[in-house]
């Protein structure tokens, strides 16, 4: 018996509440109708029987608004991929003889928009949603119910296609479910995104915070500062190894790339097909030297600059007193918000040396003139000039804890990365919070011995330690808890170059974070989730997901190159 069949077996001697007395009566065999979903939804009921899907399945919708249209489409095309039946969406009421329909609709009092109910067996399977949201999380929730071989792009020769019988309810704990992709240190192409959105999609994460622009490179094309793509999205070559261990050697390779405004455009529209909204992150005023090598007159000493070509925290920033640089953000970000209709704007703030501004006499001249103490009021004058700014715009910003220091902007949303207690300060100041605290959710840290990875940033993080997060802290009262919007782990590149070493890093860990950010916490249960994600990988496998495989890990021997 393999690793596979004695895993199941166990699933069916020891959780038999997930087994279907009848469809055992029927000889289905039983590993097709073991419920496994990541993450655990609120409710799972097991029932009688189960739904078969067949060629003459029909997915129906109870009505025609456009957004649940656009679900019933997906799900259509998703099935037909991969059973070659070509399942067809119709409009029309609840009738008599649905025995063989998937049956979508929205009804608001089902409790919030991303909540949603599945029905499945012999009767037929419906889900009905708060909103299309809600149905598109059903719909994700009925891939998994299905056999793995449901992913599979090319049609797939199976005797069944079948769904257990269930009634599952189920509804987010978080409204923010984050990912963050660094693109600025490596660039990953709109391809290598999308399959990124449609894995979080499968896995109800729903935003994407997509850190645009770094020292080592900017990625956005904004029309009115051509040189941001022609000079600022290329650097000369890059390190080789690691950015603390000298002798320090560079590739000798120039290496870049940026999207450009109509891909930008059909990344937002293909994230929003799948429910994600599309946070743009662009850096201010500090990890902006590709910016300044462009634009060197916006740095403190004029330059010149270069994009940088090694990793870590440098001292040229955006000079906090000069006009010209507050033109120039203001021009990014009216390109900015016209790209992207998410709420939010993310204005960075994270490790911003003061350096240059201690001895700029045009810093030291604004510091003056507004009756700054120090240079992290500096900071916060930048910042609260540029939240001003993007709210005539109708965005709020978010930045990284280090917009806490010298004072909060009045409606910034704090990122608490340097550990909680920037979230636990932001919350008592009444000030939103997403919870993304290196401790447990930088996965560019090692998930196994170092001496066994391909090289990483450092630090160590396996799937156990981001299952255990809690994102709201035991010190915060209710009013207080109520800022905490939600979780979100973050993918830094310095040290990711490929798409499957980008794979490797984000999953499993990422199954963990759609967890702690999607099920409430008393259902959350180490034992089970390790259990469940046995399973899981099989559904990974066949998505073409590169995951660092935990058994296969504990076993081998030696380095891994990637
Ligand atoms: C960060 O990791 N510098 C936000
Ligand atoms: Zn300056």
Redesign the pocket.
């Known amino acids: 018996m393999n690793r596979k069949h004695l895993l199941v077996k166990l699933l069916l001697t020891s959780l038999p509440v997930l087994l279907l007395p009848a469809a055992c009566r029927e000889k289905v065999p039983e590993s097709e109708l073991v419920i496994n979903i990541v993450p655990q939804p609120a409710v799972v009921a097991p029932q009688e029987g189960y739904f078969r899907l067949g060629k003459n399945t029909a997915i129906a919708i109870g009505s025609e608004e456009p957004k649940l249209r656009e679900v019933a489409d997906y799900l259509a095309g998703h099935l037909s991929r991969a059973t070659g039946y070509d399942l067809k969406v119709r409009e029309e009421t609840r009738e008599k003889g649905a025995k063989s329909t998937i049956f979508l609709s929205v009804d608001p009092r089902i409790g919030g928009e991303e909540a949603y109910v599945l029905q499945s067996g012999p009767g037929g399977l419906t889900i009905t949603g708060g909103s299309p949201k809600g149905v598109f999380y059903g719909v994700q929730t009925l891939r998994q119910l299905l056999p793995a071989d449901i992913e599979s792009p090319v049609p797939v020769e199976r005797k069944n296609w079948l769904v257990p019988g269930v009634r599952i309810e189920d509804a987010p704990r978080f409204s923010y479910r984050g990912l963050h992709l660094d693109v600025g240190r490596h660039f990953f192409p709109v391809p290598v995104i999308k399959k990124y959105l449609d894995l979080m999609a499968y896995h109800k994460i729903n935003t994407f915070h997509w850190h645009l622009t770094e020292d080592q490179g900017w990625r956005i094309e904004i029309r009115k500062f051509p040189k941001l793509a022609e000079v600022a999205a290329f650097r000369n070559e890059t390190l080789v190894g690691h950015g603390a261990r000298p002798p320090f050697e560079y590739d000798g390779q120039r290496y870049g790339g940026f999207y450009t405004q109509d891909e930008v455009r059909e990344v937002v529209a293909y994230a929003a097909s799948l429910n994600i909204d599309v946070m743009p992150e662009i850096e201010m005023p500090g990890h902006a030297q590709a910016a300044l090598a462009a634009y060197p007159e916006l740095g403190c000493t004029g330059g010149p600059y270069e994009v940088v070509t090694r990793w870590g925290v440098f001292d040229e920033v955006f000079c906090a007193g000069n006009e010209e640089v507050f033109a120039f953000l203001e021009g990014v970000l009216d390109e900015v918000v016209e790209l992207f209709p998410y709420k939010y704007v993310h204005i960075g703030g ?2 911003c040396p003061k350096t240059r501004w201690e001895k700029c006499p045009k810093c030291q001249a604004r510091k003056r003139q507004e009756g700054l103490k120090d240079e992290h009021e500096l900071q916060s004058y930048f910042i609260q000039r540029v939240e001003k700014y993007l709210l005539t715009k109708n965005r709020s910003i978010i930045g ?1 804890d280090e917009i806490l220091e010298g004072g909060l902007a009045p409606q910034a949303t704090v990122m608490s ?1 340097r550990g909680i207690s920037g979230g636990i300060e932001a919350a008592r100041q009444r000030h939103d919070v997403v919870m993304t605290p290196t401790t447990h959710m930088y996965l560019d840290y090692y998930q196994f011995d170092p001496d066994t990875e391909p090289l990483a940033i450092g630090g160590f993080l396996n799937l156990e330690k981001v299952y255990s997060f809690e994102p709201v802290p035991a010190e915060l009262n209710e009013e207080e808890a109520r800022h905490i919007l939600g979780v979100q782990a ?1 993918v ?1 590149t310095e040290y990711i170059k490929t798409p499957e070493h980008l794979e490797y890093m984000v999953y499993p860990r990422a199954c963990a974070l759609a967890e702690v950010a999607w099920t409430t916490a008393g259902q959350r249960n180490w034992d089970d989730f390790k259990l469940r994600m046995m399973l899981h990988y099989d559904r990974l496998r066949a998505l073409g997901v590169n995951f660092c495989d935990l058994e296969e890990r504990s076993m081998r021997m030696g380095p891994r190159t990637m």
């Open positions: 994270d490790e990284w990365w973050n830094w």
